[in-house]
């Protein structure tokens, strides 16, 4: 796993729980504990974290978008080509549902070429990017925007999305696992997906290869709830990513297509 991607998910287990060990972390990422060490002191040097006994605690930074602004220059250029594979699955003509996160703002730069879309948003990142683009019916998803991440979420976005129909949920994820399905981080998000995958004939899910083999916190769905997986070809190397052929395997038996760019 790569320093950045490692990096990218540590943030996020810390994120999604009030404590994390680093035995824990250890075990999670299948790093050693010197690794995790090292880790966290390199988010906590960018106030991300904060060091304590044994683990890490999520600092207030986050409050403030730290977490999302921090993450979305890690793996830029393999968040860009998961956003175009996943763009070049929207229907041009379509009612998308765009999930929030740092890979969905790619999809987001990418959708503006398979106009024309009504494109709804569930991030304040996705709706900058699509704001005034030709083509592009963009509805903006109420709801309270969650601390660090930009994300709407809440009983507003909840409302909003079940008076709506969509043809096509593109959903960004914390981990997919073979026997656990699809999870987040965040029990917020996760309600949100939930409403997603209720309100849209077809779900896209998108994941970089460090999800895979990952149980966040919150279930959103068994495996089979979504139609296709865009993910990147790390996901297929075991030496780096041990459990990604697994996951890869169990989402095809489950019907789900997979997407490895």
């Known amino acids: 796993m790569g320093v950045a991607n490692r990096l990218d998910l540590t943030l996020r287990l810390v994120q999604g729980s009030d404590r994390v060990s680093v035995s824990e972390l250890s075990h999670r990422l299948g790093v050693s504990e010197m690794t995790v060490r090292r880790d966290l002191d390199a988010l906590e040097r960018q106030g991300l974290v904060r060091r304590v006994h044994g683990g890490a605690v999520a600092t207030k930074a986050r409050e403030e978008g730290a977490g999302f602004t921090a ?60 704001a005034d683009r030709p083509g592009i ?29 969509f043809d096509c949920f593109v959903m960004s994820i914390g981990g997919v696992h073979a026997e656990h399905g699809w999870s987040e981080f965040s029990l917020d998000d996760a309600a ?47 030496r780096t990513h041990p459990n990604g052929p697994r996951t890869l395997q169990a989402l095809r038996e489950s019907g789900v297509r997979t997407h490895v760019v």
């Open 192 to 238: 949100v997906k939930r409403a997603g995958l209720a309100q849209s004939a077809r779900t896209i899910a998108v994941a970089d290869a460090t999800k895979l083999g990952v149980r966040a916190f919150s279930r959103v769905a068994a495996l089979g709830a979504v139609d296709g997986f865009v993910t990147d070809t790390d996901a297929e190397d075991p």
């Open 71 to 130: 993450r979305e220059p890690w793996q830029a250029a393999t968040k860009e080509r998961l956003g175009a594979a996943v763009a070049a699955l929207v229907e041009p003509g379509s009612r998308v549902l765009l999930d929030a996160g740092t890979t969905t703002v790619h999809v987001a730069e990418r959708l503006a070429a398979r106009a024309p879309l009504t494109v709804a948003v569930l991030s304040l990142q996705a709706a900058m990017c699509l």
């Open 137 to 165: 019916d963009l509805l903006i998803v109420g709801g309270r925007s969650r601390p660090g991440e930009r994300s709407l979420v809440g009983p507003l976005a909840l409302r909003t999305l079940e008076s709506l129909a």
